[in-house]
Structures are given as structure tokens and as C-alpha cells.
């Protein structure tokens, strides 16, 4: 490899992306090269089944940036960007999905306000989804805001993946020992000095979405599960409420045990199913709490950072906990 080493990393995780590649490549390399840094993109093939390798393969011929990561088979976008993050050299580090939804040209501006801010994330912050389908809207915003709810509200709201990190908090997310991570949200949970750049999310330039609906799912309960042990929870709370149903229907059935308005057997029935279930639900929820602790555990993620203005740390995780 001749190239110097780079300044600014662009990873593009792709997915059967062959018709929109010839589009988003002269696009992304003439905003590239306006900056006039030391770059790389690094394309992440996340397992297509179409001609995305060929094509690749033919853009590396005159572009010597480009370098091409091809994952073994389909493992999904979070993954992917995951992979090229990680194998990623600029001091700087952005993602940018392939289908020109997000403006190349905003990656400049990242890397602007940066550097003049000494900001170590930058979020690309779409302020206008009209662009989108209304049910695509609808999900996301529903995603938004059950996530902040969830998860608190250092998320920035409509921040995808498109973003520019520093080394810094590249090597942040090295650290920590989860096999999926959900970037948008285990990035503004490292801390680092953020700010924002708004664009307009363009329409997909070719191809059709990936993101399935079971994809969105999957992401949605990613997301919930990777930073709040609230489901588990829910059966503790259904439970205290089952049993206070149950105490004060103990008390109408009596009553109408009383009154003689009852068919005989019904209310010692009645009342032992429904006790039995809330004890059910309680002893479940009581079980969910001890695993909710073990998953916790199992985490394994630090539970504070040393900031860098610090005096004696040199950012690294800090791991007495
Ligand atoms: N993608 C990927 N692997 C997948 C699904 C999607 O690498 O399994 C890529 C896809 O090629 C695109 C980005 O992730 O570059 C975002 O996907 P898409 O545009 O289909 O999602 P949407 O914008 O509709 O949410
Ligand atoms: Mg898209």
C-alpha cells in the first residue's frame, strides 16, 4: 500500500447495493476529495447476494482509497458498520449508509466543527424526514422515543448512523465486550463531547430499503433489551397487580357469596385461579429481577469513563468496578 496513512475514515456498510453504487461512488469521492485530507472508505460488503462485489471490485481499480471489507455472510447493519469502524484507520471515523439518504457533503462539515470544537462525536441530525414514508416516520419516531424513554435522554432525537467519531471513541467502543452493540445508542453513552449537524434525508437514489420490518423489530428490541432490564421487569408489576385484583375481587365474590347470588363452587374457584396466576406472574417477575442482575453482570460494561480533562488518566476504561 502506497496511500499515506488517513486522516478521515468513511465507512459505507452495503447490502445488495449494486444499483446504487455507481451513483453513490462519484458523489462521495468528489466530496472527499474537495476536503483535501488523507482519506479512506472503507466499504463493508455485508454477504450481498448480487453484483455489489463486482462493482466493488471495479470501482478499486481507479480509486485508490476505496478499500473494500467483505463479510462472510449477511449479518446485518449494525454489524457491518461495526466491522468497518473497527477496521478503520483515520483519526477520524464516519459512517454513511450507501443509498445517498444521507449527503456526503455533510461529512465535511463534521470534520469542520470537529476540529474548530474539539468535539470527539458529531451526529448527523436529520431535521426533515418528509422524504420518508409516513409509516417509516411513524415507526422511528415511536423507536425515538420508547429508546430515550428507556435509555435516557443523552440520545440525540433522529440521530441515525450517520456520524463522525473520533479515534478516541473508536477505541472507546473497542473496549467494550458486547458481541452487538447498538451503535446510536452505545455511542452518546460513552460521554464524549458531541455536537450536531442537521441535513435533510434525501430520498433512497436507487434500490429498495433493507430494513425489513422484522429488521426494524429486531433492532427496536435490540435497543431496548441492550440498556434496560424494564421488560424483565414487567412481570413483577403485573404480578403486585394481580394480587391486589385478587384481594379486592376476594371481597366482591364474598359479598356476593353472602347475597346468595353465586352458582356454588364459583367464588372458591374464581379465587384460587386468579390467586395462583398472580403469584405465578409475582415468583416470574421475582425470577426476572435475579436474571435482569445476571444480564447486567454478563454486560460486563464499565460503569463510569475518566473524561480527558482529567489530570493523570489517559481516557482509558476504567475497570474498578
Ligand atoms: N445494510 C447492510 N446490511 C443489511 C441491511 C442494510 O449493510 O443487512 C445497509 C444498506 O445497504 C444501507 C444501510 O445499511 O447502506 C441502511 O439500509 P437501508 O437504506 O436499506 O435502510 P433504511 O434507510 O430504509 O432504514
Ligand atoms: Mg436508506
Redesign the pocket.
Known amino acids: 500500500m502506497t496511500q499515506p496513512e488517513p486522516t478521515l475514515s468513511v465507512v459505507?456498510?452495503?447490502?445488495?447495493?449494486e444499483s446504487v453504487l455507481p451513483l453513490l461512488a462519484p458523489r462521495l469521492r468528489a466530496a472527499l476529495d474537495e476536503l483535501g485530507e488523507a482519506y479512506e472508505v472503507v466499504a463493508?460488503d455485508?454477504g450481498s447476494t448480487d453484483a455489489t462485489p463486482a462493482v466493488l471490485a471495479g470501482l478499486r481499480r481507479g480509486w485508490p482509497q476505496l478499500r473494500v471489507i467483505r463479510l462472510r455472510r449477511?449479518?446485518?447493519?449494525q454489524a457491518?458498520?461495526t466491522a468497518g469502524l473497527f477496521r478503520a484507520r483515520g483519526d477520524y471515523v464516519a459512517s454513511i449508509?450507501?443509498?445517498l439518504?444521507d449527503p456526503p457533503e455533510a461529512i465535511g462539515e463534521m470534520l469542520r466543527l470537529a476540529r474548530s470544537r474539539g468535539l470527539d462525536i458529531v451526529y448527523g441530525v436529520r431535521h426533515d424526514r418528509s422524504t420518508d414514508s409516513p409509516f417509516?416516520r411513524w415507526t422511528a419516531g415511536l423507536y425515538y422515543r420508547l429508546v430515550r424513554r428507556l435509555v435516557g435522554n443523552s440520545i440525540p432525537d433522529q440521530a441515525g448512523?450517520f456520524r463522525l467519531l473520533s479515534r478516541a471513541t473508536v477505541a472507546a467502543l473497542r473496549e467494550l465486550p458486547e458481541q452487538r452493540p447498538v451503535l446510536r445508542l452505545v455511542v452518546p453513552w460513552l460521554g464524549f463531547p458531541s455536537g450536531e449537524v442537521s441535513y435533510v434525508r434525501e430520498e433512497?437514489a436507487a434500490g429498495?430499503?433493507?430494513?425489513t420490518l422484522s429488521?426494524m423489530f429486531r433492532l427496536a428490541t435490540d435497543s431496548i433489551t441492550s440498556f434496560s432490564a424494564a421488560p424483565l421487569r414487567m412481570a413483577t408489576w403485573l404480578g403486585a397487580g394481580g394480587v391486589v385484583l385478587c384481594a379486592v375481587l376476594l371481597v366482591v365474590v364474598f359479598v356476593a357469596y353472602l347475597l346468595d347470588y353465586t352458582v356454588a363452587g364459583w367464588p372458591s374457584l374464581y379465587v384460587a385461579i386468579l390467586f395462583l396466576g398472580a403469584v405465578q406472574l409475582l415468583c416470574l417477575g421475582l425470577l426476572g429481577e435475579y436474571v435482569a442482575r445476571i444480564y447486567v453482570a454478563v454486560q460486563g460494561r464499565p460503569s463510569y469513563f475518566i473524561g480527558s480533562d482529567t489530570l493523570e488518566s489517559d481516557r482509558t476504561v476504567n475497570a474498578d468496578h
Open positions: 459505507v456498510p452495503m447490502f445488495n447495493e463493508v455485508d449477511n449479518s446485518g447493519h457491518a458498520l449508509d450507501a443509498d439518504q417509516k448512523d433512497r429498495r430499503t433493507k430494513y429488521r
